[in-house]
Each structure stands twice: as structure tokens, then as C-alpha cells.
């Protein structure tokens, strides 16, 4: 049988890699990785780590990069067998029997990498040549200094259909075909497979070429702006990151890694300073791809373009990221302004600009909750409905169970807050409206009065949770409203937990009224009661809603604008006070915004005054006796 990739990574997963390096290597700890100085170069300040969680070791001077397998052949010298042989016997692992047939294989694909290498070497040549003048002024138009050309090994494929055929004609047909360098008419034609186009090497992580990129420098109709090599024994588009083998030092340093949609995007990064980028090949990311990413950072940046495609493939990228999604795994996205790609911010602002909006991305829930919910119109009951099906749809993607269930809250918690917005106040009534509302049906008391049954040790028991102030007030009112209408708890169970959240000193209130819920009886004119610790609100706190003169219905009203209340004045100044800590990089938007949340504030402001204002006319406010008694 062949040595798989699945054996070799058991075979790594067995073992400790600094405890391989460090028999000819002295290493010490350095946070969760270790150092010391690279024995593949002359260094007197350590550059060289080993990372044993990654399984890899990476020197910054030399850039040696490598695994298990690649030090053993690289540092001690060994044949790739005799490597595996010598950790297999670490690992206490079998040697899987020869097959001659993979054999054949591996030494096919090394030929193969000794003709794209060639190829990279004509493609180069070409553009230092006399026909790689447009291809030279292409480049230094988009502002690409021959140095940074030299480094992403920019070359020229010149328009002829057998110029590279011809160059390296030495290695014959199946070769170049094999190498994705040479294709076939239906007339059995061969001919180059780049013509007239400025190359671009593809790398492995190991930095060897593989593939091609090939850009037209003028669009031409019946021609692709970009062609990529097909897939071959060396090339997998699914299974490959443009710039991979650059990026991954930088990583290291930054401790991010961004995703942009195309090589041209990468460049025009690493143009700006910015040297930890990568692009997909063609492809929207692939799973495999995504746990390239993951080895690299707990959460990658994905910058795609500000147009409506771009948006799209970051959706594309979060539903495959779904599934894979695991604690400290994740993924953050960058919105671009409409119409940009990383190239134009980077050319119009500098490096300044993109970094401004690397530096506050979306999360990947809040990126799927916006783009879900601006997918289409929501102006029906209908159109909502669908939003949420849609968002629990993806929820239900997620394999971690734990994950799951946050994402379903928080996206539950978004939808309700959308959906169900606060509904504008009803005016207040006055002291004789509600005396004679309640001597209608024989019920009208002259002072707000305790929940009966109350037991001094219940309300001694609770006393401590009791807060002071108007908005503590309110929320002392409202528990008790909840507890004389046990039916309106489930309804604001949602806006209930996030009030909990906010109000750390009610929670254990609020969590009581979600257990005893669930076994009172709500037909009883008071279903929680004393003996379950529910505690009335105090003589001087007054609202219409706790009078059992109020119509159940009005009370219920009342009770739901008050919740609503509670909730959303500290979602507003949370979110009024994130607008003005933007306001450096982003005064415009964050004026607007401040401006926005103000007035929403003001009304809220209103709102509350309107419920002061039936506060003051309970029954035995000024002139109050005088209407009940008429």
C-alpha cells in the first residue's frame, strides 16, 4: 500500500516535534511555542520556532519551513523512506508495505515540478525581453515596483501558440500537457495554453511552483480576463491558497491572515505592507481551504469586493464555514465600500485605508444576520417569517452543539428585537378615568396594595434585590405586573433574558419567574404568591398596569410597552456609546449615527415620562377620592 496522507498525519499526530528538534537543537519556551537559534543558518538572535499544536517548525531569517518528515530529510539528511522508516519506529508505527505503482507516482510529480519550474523561468525571461514592453508598462501603471515584481515572480506568455512549446520542447508533449502548460484541439492541434498574458507562478506551501495565473492586459472579447492552469498531479484550485508560502511567516508576526478574491488583490496588499494575504484560485473557499486558514489564525479576515458578487462569495465562504465552525474557530468579514476592491482602497488611500477596515470587521453572525435580513423586503408578516426560517436554517448547519444553540439565541434575540419593535405609547388616563373604569366592575381601591398573601419573611427574604430610582421603579412594577400576569411571561421571555443580562441585580427575579411559569396556574387572580417568593412592589411605586381596577387587557398593554422600555433605553446608550468611541475614523457616519440614537433616545425619554405621568395618577394622587366619589 502508499504511504497516504492520512498515515503520514497519524504518524505527526504521534509525535512531540520540539522534543525531535531539540536532540541537536536547544530550544526554549516562548509563550506556547518554542525558540532557539536555526540550524539551517548562522544567527545569533533566535529566529527559529517550533510549534508542536501545529506541527510545524518556521525560521523568520531563512525562511526554512518544514514538518516531522521534512526535518528529518532537510536537518539530519535522510531520505524521504529512510525518515519515515526512522519515525515510524519513534512512533511504534508500521512502515506500510511499498507500492510501486505510488512510487511511480511521487517521481512523476517531482518531474512535473521540474518542468513548471522551467516554465516559470521562460515566462520571466519573456517579460524581461522586447515583447514584454506592454507587460512591463502595465505593471508600472498600477504603481508595482520591480522589486515587488521580482518577488510575486511576475513573467510574460507571448502571443503565440507554440512559443513555450518550443522552448521547452525537451520534455515532450505529455509533459507539458500533464504540467497544465499545453492543451489539445479537437483536432488533435497542441498549442500553448497561455497566450498573450502576464503570469504569475502559483506556489505550494512549500514554495514550489505548481500552476499558473494568467492575466489579458486589455479586455478582448471571447477571452477570459484570467485563466488559471487546470487541475493536475501537482494542482488542486480546492486544496490551494495563492500566496500561502509568503503569507505564513507574516501571520506569525501579525497575527491575522487576510482573504481577498484574487492574486492581483494579494499583490496590491503586500504593495502596501501588508504581507499576510491569501486568495482563493478561481473558486469560492472550499472546506479544505478554510482549515488551511485555521492552521494559520482562529479567525481569518475574509476582504472581498464592495460589489454585490463579492458579497455573495462572502456569504458562499460563511454557509461552508457553518459546519465547521468549533470554540476559538471562527471567521470575521470586512466590508468594502460598494463598487472597491482591496486594489482601488489601496491605490485611492494607502495602506491607512484598508487597515481601518481590518481593524472592524463584522462578526460572522452579525455579517449573516445583515446579509439574510437585507436579502429581501420584509414589509409582511410573510417576508419576516421567512427571514427567520432562513436564519434558522443555517443555525441548524452548525454541527457543535454548543455553538448551535448560541447562534439560535442570538439570532433569536435579533429577529424578536426587528420584528417586534416597541409599539408607540397610548395617552395616559387620568385618576377619575381609572376610578370609574374600576367602580364599573366594583373593584376600585384608593392606594396600590401589596400581592396578597405576602409573608413578611418572603418580602424580608427579596427586600435586597429592591432598586432604587425611576427605572428601578419601573422594574420593580413590571416583575410584579409579570407575577399578576403569569400568561405574558412566555410572550417576553426573549426581551426577559436580555433585560436579565442588563440588569445583573433583578436576574435571580427574573430567572424565578421563568421556573414557577411553568407550573402556576394562571387562571388564579394571583398565581405566583407568597409562598413561591415573589415580592410586591413598594407602597410608592405606582403604575396603572399593577391596579386591579385596570381592564386585564389595557394591564397587559401597559405591561408589554414597560418591558419594552427596559430593554431598549440600554441597547440604545450601548450602542450610542460604540458610535461616539468611532467617531475618530468614521466622524461622518458616526455623527449621523449619534444623531439617530438621540432621537431615539429622546422618545424613549417621552415614553417614560408618559408612564410617570399615570404613575401620578393613581387613585390617591391629588383629586383622585373626589372622582371615585362622584
Known sequence: MAITPQWKDELRARLTLSALVQRSVKLTRAGREWKGCCPFHEEKTPSFYVNDAKQ??????????????????????????????????????????????????????????????????????????????????????????????????????????????????????????????????EAGERYDRFRGRLMLPIHDPRGRVIAFGGRILTPREGLAKYLNSPDTELFDKGRTLYNLHRAAPAVRQSGRVVVVEGYMDVIALASAGIAEAVAPLGTALTEMQLE??????????????????????????????????????????????????????????????????????????EALWQFERDAAPLATPEAKAGLKARLMAHVETIADPEIRALYRRELSDRFSAFAFPPRPPRAARTASEVGRRGAAKGTWRGAPVPLPGLTPEARSRLGALTLGGQRQGLLEAVLAGLARHPQEIARHAEALARLARSEPAAAARIEKLFELAETLDSRAPDAICSAQGQPAPSADIRYAFLDEGTDPDDACAQLAEAVSLLVERPALEAALAATIARFDSDPEGSFAEQARLRTRLMAIEERLKAFGRRKAAAPDAPGASGDAAA
Open 292 to 365: 488551511l486558514l485555521w492552521r494559520l489564525a482562529e479567525v481569518p479576515l475574509l476582504c472581498f469586493d464592495g460589489d454585490s458578487a463579492g458579497q455573495r462569495a462572502a456569504m458562499r465562504a460563511i454557509t461552508r464555514a457553518l459546519p465547521l465552525l468549533a470554540p476559538g474557530r471562527s471567521l470575521a468579514i470586512v466590508r468594502l465600500p460598494r463598487g472597491q476592491d482591496p486594489d482601488d482602497l489601496v491605490r485611492q488611500q494607502g495602506r491607512t485605508g484598508i487597515e481601518r477596515l481590518l481593524e472592524a470587521p463584522l462578526s460572522l453572525i
Open 56 to 185: 510545524f517548525y518556521h525560521c523568520f531569517g531563512c525562511g526554512a519551513h518544514g514538518d516531522a518528515i521534512s526535518w528529518m530529510v532537510d536537518h539530519v539528511g535522510l531520505s524521504f523512506l529512510d525518515a519515515i522508516k526512522e519515525l515510524a519506529s519513534m512512533a511504534g508505527m508500521e512502515v506500510p508495505a511499498p507500492d510501486p505503482a505510488a512510487a511511480r507516482k511521487a517521481e512523476a510529480r517531482a518531474s512535473l515540478i521540474d518542468v513548471t519550474e522551467a516554465a516559470q523561468r521562460f515566462f520571466a525571461e519573456s517579460l524581461a525581453a522586447p515583447g514584454g514592453a506592454a507587460a512591463r508598462a502595465y505593471l508600472a501603471q498600477r504603481g508595482f515596483a520591480p522589486e515587488l515584481c521580482r518577488t510575486f515572480g511576475f513573467g510574460w506568455a507571448p502571443d503565440d501558440r507554440h512559443a513555450l512549446g518550443r522552448a521547452l520542447g525537451h520534455f515532450g508533449e505529455p509533459m507539458l500537457e500533464a504540467a497544465g502548460l499545453r492543451a489539445a484541439s
